[in-house]
């Protein structure tokens, strides 16, 4: 409830300056989440650890198969988790308590906070990084077998809240040609026959290193140019969604900001509150590998079709649609995106 300004001391939430010695008469410090709290009252951000006993905040506890909030240290010495059911054990427990058979000590499936270092693949400096949201049918675990068995140390597994009943693949960054020649694509249609499925509610968020462009006036261009097509965009991404990847003029008219370095709003077309990466949201996800390879191609493409994108040729209609698709038609490195072009003036 209470944070530390260095220049003044000990500032309330409600704007009041204490000094030191004042709030330690009248307060206590919380060990766990170092808020200040007044003696006769507890904090109200953290709960007591069922294994040390120690309090921790309640974001940080996970809660047992025996209903205990547990914290990850204590998580990890004494606990596994079943495979089946994702439960945690006490490790006194040979079997799961729900009836499972499955027992490891490998987590599979990671909180939505996780983040390891990243381990680049392939070339750069442009890299891709795929985050694909799938449902899974009853038997999550074996389709998170199924998932790390592919992905091995390309990528893992996290929970997503937009997907209660399934889980997010994340991968490592890759650069583009690496990802069409090394990606495990038939991990895809081992998902899909294991019962997995995509709907409205999961995306396939892209995300394209912000070393990979030139300065800010490419990023610049490149933002114009998505944000000018947005309806060949949509149709590309086979979803508009309003709540989770949102066009909005706002942003179109920020792209000078945005392209300097400042951070807008998650939940955007293009993500840009990530210190090193630009996060293309706008896709559907989907378990068809020429989905997923066309959403990747139209990432790099744009970036590259952008790079050389010189004012004459932005007064010649360089930045409308049918000029960026006589491009893709002349670069092979581009055809699961040319393939998907083709289909949607097909449909038209």
Same mark, same amino acid.
């Given at each position: 409830?209470?944070?530390?300004?260095?220049?003044?001391?000990?500032?309330?939430?409600?704007?009041?300056?204490?000094?030191?010695?004042?709030?330690? @008469?009248?307060?206590? @410090?919380?060990?766990?989440?170092?808020?200040?709290?007044?003696?006769?009252?507890?904090?109200?951000?953290?709960?007591?650890?069922?294994?040390?006993?120690?309090?921790?905040? $309640?974001?940080?506890?996970?809660?047992?198969?025996?209903?205990?909030?547990?914290?990850?240290?204590?998580?990890?010495? $004494?606990?596994?988790? !079943?495979?089946?059911?994702?439960?945690?054990?006490?490790?006194?427990?040979?079997?799961?308590?729900?009836?499972?058979?499955?027992?490891?000590?490998?987590?599979?499936?990671?909180?939505?906070?996780? #983040?390891?270092?990243?381990?680049?693949?392939? #070339?750069?400096?442009?890299?891709?990084?795929?985050?694909?949201?799938?449902?899974?049918?009853?038997?999550?675990?074996? !389709?998170?077998?199924?998932?790390?068995?592919?992905?091995?140390?390309?990528?893992?597994? #996290?929970?997503?809240?937009?997907?209660?009943?399934?889980?997010?693949?994340?991968?490592?960054?890759?650069?583009?040609?690496?990802?069409?020649?090394?990606?495990?694509?038939?991990?895809?249609?081992?998902?899909?026959?294991?019962?997995?499925?995509?709907?409205?509610?999961?995306?396939?968020?892209?995300?394209? $290193?912000?070393?990979?462009?030139?300065?800010?006036?490419?990023?610049? *261009?490149?933002? #114009?140019?998505?944000?000018?097509?947005?309806?060949?965009?949509? *149709?590309?991404?086979?979803?508009?969604?309003?709540?989770?990847?949102?066009?909005?003029?706002?942003?179109?008219?920020?792209?000078?900001?945005?392209?300097?370095?400042?951070?807008?709003?998650?939940?955007?077309?293009?993500?840009?509150?990530?210190?090193?990466?630009?996060?293309?949201?706008?896709?559907? $996800?989907?378990?068809?590998?020429?989905?997923? @390879?066309?959403?990747?191609?139209?990432?790099?493409?744009?970036?590259?079709?952008?790079?050389?994108?010189?004012?004459?040729?932005?007064?010649?209609?360089?930045?409308?649609?049918?000029?960026?698709?006589?491009?893709?038609?002349?670069?092979?490195?581009?055809?699961?995106?040319?393939?998907?072009?083709?289909?949607?003036? !097909?449909?038209?």
């Amino acid at each position: 409830m209470y944070r530390l300004d260095f220049a003044a001391g000990i500032r309330t939430l409600d704007g009041q300056l204490r000094c030191y010695e004042c709030i330690t @008469q009248t307060h206590t @410090q919380c060990p766990g989440c170092y808020h200040w709290y007044p003696r006769n009252g507890s904090c109200d951000d953290c709960l007591t650890c069922c294994g040390c006993n120690e309090p921790t905040p $309640s974001d940080d506890l996970t809660t047992t198969i025996d209903s205990d909030d547990v914290c990850w240290t204590c998580l990890e010495r $004494s606990y596994w988790q !079943c495979l089946g059911c994702f439960a945690w054990n006490s490790d006194n427990d040979s079997r799961c308590r729900n009836g499972c058979d499955n027992r490891s000590d490998l987590i599979l499936i990671y909180d939505h906070d996780y #983040k390891p270092e990243p381990e680049f693949h392939g #070339k750069g400096p442009l890299h891709l990084g795929v985050e694909l949201e799938i449902h899974t049918p009853h038997d999550t675990g074996n !389709c998170a077998e199924i998932a790390m068995d592919h992905l091995g140390s390309l990528g893992y597994l #996290k929970n997503d809240a937009s997907v209660s009943d399934g889980f997010e693949i994340v991968t490592h960054p890759m650069s583009y040609t690496w990802a069409l020649d090394n990606f495990p694509w038939d991990m895809l249609a081992k998902l899909e026959d294991a019962g997995c499925s995509t709907s409205e509610d999961t995306g396939l968020h892209v995300h394209v $290193s912000r070393a990979g462009f030139d300065s800010p006036c490419h990023v610049f *261009r490149w933002m #114009k140019f998505i944000y000018r097509n947005r309806s060949q965009v949509i *149709r590309l991404a086979r979803r508009s969604s309003a709540h989770w990847a949102d066009f909005t003029d706002a942003d179109r008219h920020a792209v000078k900001h945005y392209a300097k370095g400042a951070h807008g709003e998650r939940y955007r077309a293009i993500n840009t509150g990530n210190d090193d990466t630009f996060e293309i949201r706008v896709f559907a $996800s989907s378990l068809d590998m020429g989905d997923v @390879q066309a959403a990747l191609a139209l990432a790099v493409a744009s970036i590259e079709y952008t790079r050389q994108l010189s004012v004459p040729r932005i007064f010649t209609g360089g930045w409308q649609w049918p000029a960026f698709a006589a491009w893709v038609d002349t670069r092979i490195a581009y055809a699961p995106l040319h393939r998907q072009m083709q289909a949607m003036a !097909c449909a038209c």
